[in-house]
């Protein structure tokens, strides 16, 4: 006879936040990736070694709200919530659209991205280049994360056992005047884990770059993002000129690792990586804006 496993759904977050501060517990918001990664043969129930908790449900973790030109988006919202929502930047829509199939947009929620914390998440390039912050809940209150920081590595994050990811905050994407590119590389179009992704963000002022993030997924154990690459082309004047390109190109070829895997060879990650890379380099504002 299997083992029977506790499970718990409350109706608040406060009480599932006790819980969690009793017991270590394996939280379950829409499942897709907790499914996958515990399964066994066909026939056979799942081996999930904790207890488990429920939230997909909880009101409390599927907010989005607008606070000031920040955003905050419930963990527990779903994918396709977040496609009908009106305040989720198209940026952000286009990246959900690449995800899976609608069974599992129905299901997937953007802290379940987040907290699997694969090398290849879909929404991870974007998140970094936003610079966005995590929320994170415990009965011991509340303390905010960078995203950077919070995934440590491939299924490692910086979450305490009693803590919940309740809110994934936008800083100032609400603004009009920067534009963000996010690009992904699969076998298809959607339903297709990413091969290579691609986010970049760009800020302009009278044809000078003010600010510029640039962020690659699986081509690292993480994200690969890089301040000091970005800050060698902030006040340069756009279109940016062929020696400039290069050597942001040539930065960036020293730090992308990519590995071979059933999906893809690092080579042509590198390959494809660095040529998206050089492909948003080249871009004019008019041009950057209409991908926005």
Not at 2 to 26: P, W
Not at 155 to 168: D, K, L, M, T
Request: aromatic fraction near 6%; hydrophobic fraction near 40%.
């Amino acid at each position: 006879m299997a083992e029977k496993i506790a499970a718990y759904r409350f109706e608040r977050l406060d009480q599932t936040l006790s819980q969690l501060n009793r017991e270590d517990c394996a939280i379950i918001a829409g499942g897709t990736d907790v499914m996958v990664l515990h399964k066994s043969g066909r026939g056979v129930p799942l081996k999930i070694p904790k207890p488990i908790v429920f939230i997909d449900h909880l009101s409390e973790l599927k907010q989005i709200y607008q606070n000031q030109k920040d955003l905050h988006i419930g963990a527990c919202c779903t994918y396709s919530e977040l496609l009908e929502h009106p305040l989720i930047p198209r940026p952000l829509k286009k990246a959900i659209q690449t995800i899976a199939a609608p069974a599992i947009r129905n299901r997937g929620t953007l802290g379940g991205n987040i907290c699997n914390a694969s090398p290849a998440g879909d929404t991870l390039p974007l998140l970094y280049v936003y610079n966005a912050k995590l929320l994170l809940r415990s009965i011991n209150g509340d303390r905010i994360a960078r995203i950077s920081d919070f995934i440590q590595g491939p299924r490692r994050i910086q979450r305490f056992h009693n803590e919940i990811v309740a809110e994934i905050i936008l800083p100032s994407v609400l603004e009009e005047d920067s534009q963000v590119v996010f690009e992904k590389v699969g076998n298809r179009n959607a339903d297709a884990i990413a091969k290579v992704s691609f986010a970049g963000y760009i800020k302009i002022s009278k044809d000078r770059i003010d600010e510029i993030r640039l962020a690659f997924g699986a081509v690292g154990p993480t994200m690969v993002r890089s301040h000091d690459i970005e800050k060698l082309l902030v006040g340069k004047t756009i279109p940016l000129a062929n020696a400039d390109i290069a050597t942001i190109v040539a930065a960036f070829e020293k730090i992308i690792r990519p590995i071979d895997d059933q999906r893809s060879t690092a080579a042509y990650r590198k390959t494809v990586a660095l040529n998206l890379l050089r492909y948003f380099l080249s871009l004019k504002h008019d041009q950057t804006n209409s991908l926005s």
